[in-house]
């Protein structure tokens, strides 16, 4: 394919759970570029590294269209995302600050 994307023989499939996360991924990185801190340093965070606080990527990823929903559906597909997104090793976490990994 000419724009390296995978497709099946079904065609382009993608699910709505993959974009929310995708697009929360986006907003994160986005947020640290624009807002991110280097806390103070600690065993926990890799050294250097910006981070912002959850807060802040819960509220930069609302309005950033994770869900087409009401408040409890964003506030629920955020939750979502950004569990996946830990789990798999894209985000780091520690106590409320948050960074990307990849």
Not at 54 to 63: D, I, S
Not at 64 to 86: V, Y
């Amino acid at each position: 394919m000419s724009n390296d994307e995978w497709a099946s023989e079904r065609g382009n499939f993608s699910t709505a759970k993959g974009k929310a996360r995708d697009r929360a991924f986006e907003v994160l990185k986005d947020t640290i570029a624009r807002h991110g801190k280097v806390p103070t340093a600690n065993e926990n965070i890799p050294p250097a590294t910006p981070c912002i606080s959850e807060t802040h990527w819960r509220a930069a990823g609302e309005p950033g269209c994770i869900s087409e929903g009401f408040a409890d559906a964003t506030r629920m597909a955020f939750k979502r995302a950004a569990a996946k997104l830990i789990k798999d090793g894209m985000v780091g976490k520690w106590t409320d600050w948050v960074w990307a990994i990849r």
